[in-house]
Structures are given as C-alpha cells and as structure tokens.
C-alpha cells in the first residue's frame, strides 16, 4: 500500500509528564507550534488514516500485538467527532459527541467509569436504570430560534412523537418501505401528531427540524441520504439514551490516546490517495 500524504508543517507534540492525579489529562494533542518537520516513517506494517477514537483503539490493539503503526490525520488536532471546548463553565461545550447512548456492553462508556471520569449508572429498586445525581446530570433549556423558551413539557412530547415513528416503522412490515427516504417516513408520522396535538405548529416542526439534525449527526450521515433500510440495522444499548459526560469527550478520548507512543500519530498529514 502506497500513500501520498501532503507535505504540510505539523504541530509539535507536548508530551506533559504530570501524575495520574492531575486535573491535566496526558495528552497527545497538539498543543504547541514548531519549525520542525516530523518526519514519517519509511514504511509501516499499517497505516491508520484519521485520528478519532475508532483510529486509537485500532492503534492500541495493533501496537500490543507487536505491529509498527502510523496513524495519519488531515487536521491539526486529533479526537475526530470528539472536540470538547472550555467556555469557562462548570461543563465544556461539545463540539461533537454529547452523550454515551446505553450503557451495557458500551466500552467506551465501561472505560470512562473506570477511569473515573464518568459516575456509573445504577439501577434503582425497580430494576430500571437511574441518571446520575449531582454534578453529573444538567438542565436542558430549549429555545426557539426567535429565542422564545419552549416549555420543557411540548418539546418532551413532539420528540416522543418523533421517535414514536420510528418504532411503528420499525413494528411494521419492512418489505412495504424498502428504499423509502427516512425523512419521508418520518414528516408523515409527525404530519398526523401535529394535526391531532394542539400545540403550536411551528414550535412543533422545530422540534421535528432539531430531531432530524441529531439523527443526521448520530448515524454520521445527513438524514435526507438515508433509507429506511438502516432503521432495522441500528441496535440500541440497554441502560438510558442519553447519558451525560461532564468532564467533555476530549478528555475521554485523551485517556486512551494516551498511551499511544510519541511518534506514532502526525497531525497536518492529509492523504491524497492510496494505492
């Protein structure tokens, strides 16, 4: 395999020698400029291209089973869909990834309980799972894009509405929608909900319009490219749908890439073709 990546000058590398107690996570992040040009390996038993979380753990698993690695990323930072952001607040603002959706059989959700940077979800007397307390859990504000606030009760109802579609689709006969576009599907289900619902219109198409961005960016691919087709390969994780990270999943993504040797990963290195 040849690969041709673009000559451009990356960021040096940082690596901060702190103890495990730090409020400063080990990173491999690109953090200071350098006139120096770090040169790429001659050649490698693999090559990784992009640096986002599947690339790390790719690269984890390769490096302990003896392989040289090379991971190649376009941008200057490295995270890929994670990007976390100190606005100086109690919580960073996410860039990308909000949420661990489900947590049993989530590994990356099981790692960052053990790493202690997420509080683990329990199960209460009724066997359900419970959100964390405290610090771990947050209010959500949802406004117009006037800037009206829209009541907590009608957005919970309209999204519901949303996602109830999906499962009737899903409780169907699948031959009968084959090929079909997801946002089709989906407009006439919430058509009938905001005919019958009472609420104000315009609010509830909003919501419908919020619902359609977070399925586009969960599933990596804009909604009106889908088919029905996909609705009945997503498998959902058991345990809550959205479980808040509060300490932003850039560091997440740090814990792990942290132990990836200095020299493996090279920022500002877009591939233009392999062969």
């Known amino acids: 395999m040849r690969l041709k990546p673009s000559l451009?000058?990356?960021?040096?590398?940082?690596?901060?020698?702190?103890?495990?107690?730090?409020?400063?996570?080990?990173?491999?992040?690109?953090?200071?400029?350098?006139?120096?040009?770090?040169?790429?390996?001659?050649?490698?038993?693999v090559v990784i291209v992009g640096c986002g979380i599947a690339a790390v753990a790719a690269c984890k698993k390769l490096l302990a089973s003896g392989k040289n690695v090379c991971v190649l990323e376009a941008q200057d930072r490295v995270g890929g869909r994670m990007k976390s952001l100190d606005v100086g607040e109690e919580r960073p603002l996410e860039m990308g990834a909000q949420w661990f959706h489900g947590v049993e059989g989530h590994p990356l959700y099981q790692h960052s309980v053990a790493a202690g940077l997420v509080?683990?979800?329990?199960?209460?007397?009724?066997?359900?799972?419970?959100?964390?307390?405290?610090?771990?859990?947050?209010?959500?504000?949802?406004?117009?894009t006037g800037g009206r606030e829209l009541s907590a009760e009608v957005f919970a109802e309209a999204a519901g509405a949303f996602?109830?579609?999906?499962?009737?689709?899903?409780?169907?006969?699948?031959?009968?929608?084959?090929?079909r576009a997801v946002l089709d599907v989906y407009k006439e289900g919430f058509r009938k909900y905001v005919e019958g619902s009472g609420h104000d219109a315009n609010d509830l198409w909003m919501v419908f319009d919020?619902?359609?961005?977070?399925?586009?960016?969960?599933d990596g691919a804009e909604i009106e490219d889908q088919s029905v087709d996909q609705l009945?390969?997503?498998?959902?994780?058991?345990?809550?749908?959205?479980?808040?990270?509060?300490?932003?999943?850039?560091?997440v993504f740090d814990s792990i890439a942290e132990a990836i040797p200095y020299g493996v990963i090279h920022t500002s290195k877009p591939v233009d073709s392999i062969a």
């Open 232 to 251: 009945f390969e997503y498998k959902d994780l058991v345990g809550p749908p959205t479980v808040a990270n509060p300490v932003g999943f850039t560091k």
């Open 210 to 218: 919020w619902c359609t961005r977070k399925v586009s960016a969960i």
């Open 163 to 179: 996602g109830a579609t999906e499962e009737r689709v899903k409780a169907g006969d699948a031959s009968q929608l084959q090929g």
């Open 8 to 45: 451009l000058s990356p960021l040096f590398y940082l690596a901060l020698q702190l103890p495990a107690a730090s409020p400063l996570v080990q990173s491999f992040r690109p953090v200071l400029p350098s006139p120096l040009e770090m040169s790429l390996p001659s050649e490698s038993d």
């Open 119 to 144: 509080q683990e979800v329990t199960k209460g007397a009724d066997g359900e799972y419970e959100e964390p307390e405290g610090p771990f859990t947050g209010e959500t504000v949802i406004r117009t």
